[in-house]
Every structure is written in C-alpha cells, then in structure tokens.
C-alpha cells in the first residue's frame, strides 16, 4: 500500500527530449508538491497545487509545466531537457497546505539522467 | 532572506553512541520546524513537528528541542543504531506561507 509513489522511478534520456514523471497519492490529501533535489542534496520546492490549483510556483524554468487531472495525480512534464535538469525529483502530498501540524508525504523520488 | 542551516555536514560516530545535529534558522515570522530523516535513494521522512510555543519533541529515540528566541533546534540521537545512517533534515515553515524552507542537511553515519 504505497502512500505515494512515483514513475519512472529512474530515467535516462538525451538533451533535448521531453520526458514525463507521474505521481499518486492514495491518502486522500488536498495537496500536491514537486521538489528538486540536486547533487549537493539540497531540497528545493518546485511547485505545489491545492485541489488542483496552482498555489506555488517557484523560479523554475517554463520547460517544466506540471499538470494535476485530479487531487489524486500531479504529474511533471519538462521539456527540451538541459544537462542541468539531472536530479531527484520528489513528489510529496500533504492534507492542506499550510498549517502548523501539516506533515508531508514523500515520494520514493524519480531520479532523473540527462546525457 | 530565509535560510535553514545545518551543522554539521556530516558526522560518524560508533554504534551505542549518542550525537546531537544542530539547525540554525532566519525565517520570520515563524510557524513550524520539522525534522526529516532521508535514507538513501528514499524520500525523506517526518520525525517531528514543533512549534513556536513547543521546547521540545521526542520520537522514540529521537529528541529535538527548539527555542525560538535564539532560533535554533537541535536533534539529538540517543544510543544510535545502524539503521540511523542518514541524511537529517530540518525544515522551516513561514507564518502565512505555503512554503517549506530546507536545510542543506546532515549526513550521519554509524558504524558498527
């Protein structure tokens, strides 16, 4: 019973191709988030949705649209991929979206291989 | 600007040891701070969730205790096991944001 889980779970691809990462949730939450997570380790926040809405959207480049067909899904969709782009890619939900006992649930990461 | 740090960057220490992470935080006004543990090739997650009014939160044999005067937390791991080796993140949240701000994390390693 995967809480959230994600696909592919590895993926190695050429620059210039576009490629798509899925991600579900079967806890019933409201809120989706994907995170970058570069060679260093650092975790960074990429966008969130809330019932489907866009709620965060940081400095990312407009190669990346994320795309959320229901509060279960939000998949990430990247385009012409740069060298750069090569990461962990985690998918996280939570209940709501802010809120001081807010705990998030994270994905087993996409690890992503840009040649 | 709102930063997280964390030290230190890595640590090893023997099995049936204790250590303590530390997490250094500007972010203000403040909601909540949460540590994570990240195994690897995991996604990380939660030990505990703390907020301004709370000093201190135990999960088994983790304790973390935090003071918002001075804004640092701290995480101590009491009698470390094997399966303690990984990445420790904390984790602040803003007053009316949305938004989680993540340390750079410490990388703990026990040894047998």
């Known amino acids: 019973d995967t809480a959230v889980s994600q696909t592919p779970k590895y993926l190695v691809t050429q620059m210039g191709n576009d490629k798509s990462i899925k991600c579900e949730q079967n806890?019933?939450?409201?809120?989706m988030y994907w995170y970058k997570q570069d060679s260093k380790k650092f975790l960074k926040i990429m966008f969130s949705?809330?019932?489907?809405?866009?709620?965060i959207n940081e400095t990312v480049p407009n190669r990346f649209s994320p795309k959320s067909p229901d509060k279960a899904h939000l998949n990430l969709h990247i385009n012409s991929l740069e060298l750069g782009d090569s990461a962990v890619y985690f998918c996280?939900?939570?209940?709501?979206?802010?809120?001081?006992?807010?705990?998030?649930?994270f994905g087993p990461g996409t690890r992503l291989t840009v040649l | 600007k709102n930063q997280v740090e964390q030290s230190p960057q890595s640590l090893i220490i023997l099995e049936g040891k204790n250590c303590t992470l530390q997490?250094?935080?500007?972010?203000?006004?403040?909601?909540?701070l949460r540590w994570y543990k990240q195994d690897t090739g995991r996604g990380p997650v939660s030990l505990t969730i703390?907020?301004?009014?709370?000093n201190t939160k135990s999960n088994g044999r983790y304790t973390a205790t935090l003071d918002a005067d001075t804004k640092q937390s701290s995480l101590h791991i009491t009698a470390s096991q094997l399966s303690d080796s990984a990445s420790y993140i904390c984790?602040?949240?803003?007053?009316?944001?949305?938004?989680?701000?993540f340390g750079t994390g410490t990388r703990l390693k026990v040894l047998a």
């Open positions: 996280a939900s939570s209940q709501d979206p802010g809120g001081e006992y807010n705990e998030q649930f």
């Open positions: 806890l019933g939450h409201d809120t």
């Open positions: 949705y809330n019932n489907k809405e866009l709620i």
């Open positions: 997490c250094n935080y500007t972010v203000s006004p403040f909601s909540n």
């Open positions: 703390m907020t301004f009014s709370e």
């Open positions: 984790v602040v949240s803003g007053k009316g944001t949305y938004k989680y701000i």
